[in-house]
Nanobody, 126 residues
Framework: QVRLVESGGGLVQAGGSLRLSCEASGGTFPSYAVAWFRQAPGKEREFVATISRNYGATHYADSVKGRFTISRDVAKNTVYLQMDSLKPEDTAVYYC???????????????????WGQGTQVTVSS
């Protein structure tokens, strides 16, 4: 059974940085795809970034491209989301999600990720 636990959220001023962590247990970590999604109050959950299994290819939403970086530390079973140049519109609950399937690649669809963490709040003040 795959379990994902996020950490690293908090309150930061606009222009600041945060690094979110998603620690995984269960399964074979390098063989998961892992993605970050976020959900702001009153809005639908939206894709942020994903990293592929094994070779670590990445894909980002246009709204975060150039500001956010997703990476994986296999030794620590952890995926990170480095968030720089934060904006008030980045305020949301951030979720990491995992997919152990072998047939999807860099998916941006939440339904393609069966495993989810509990979420961590990120608040960016103006």
């Amino acid at each position: 059974q795959v379990r994902l636990v996020e950490s690293g959220g908090g309150l930061v001023q606009a222009g600041g940085s945060l690094r979110l962590s998603c620690e995984a247990s269960g399964g074979t970590f390098p063989s998961y795809a892992v993605a970050w999604f976020r959900q702001a109050p009153g809005k639908e959950r939206e894709f942020v970034a994903t990293i592929s299994r094994n070779y670590g290819a990445t894909h980002y939403a246009d709204s975060v491209k150039g500001r956010f970086t997703i990476s994986r530390d296999v030794a620590k079973n952890t995926v990170y989301l480095q968030m720089d140049s934060l904006k008030p519109e980045d305020t949301a609950v951030y979720y990491c999600a995992g997919d152990t399937g072998q047939y999807r690649y860099l998916s941006t669809l939440s339904n393609d990720y069966p495993y989810w963490g509990q979420g961590t709040q990120v608040t960016v003040s103006s």
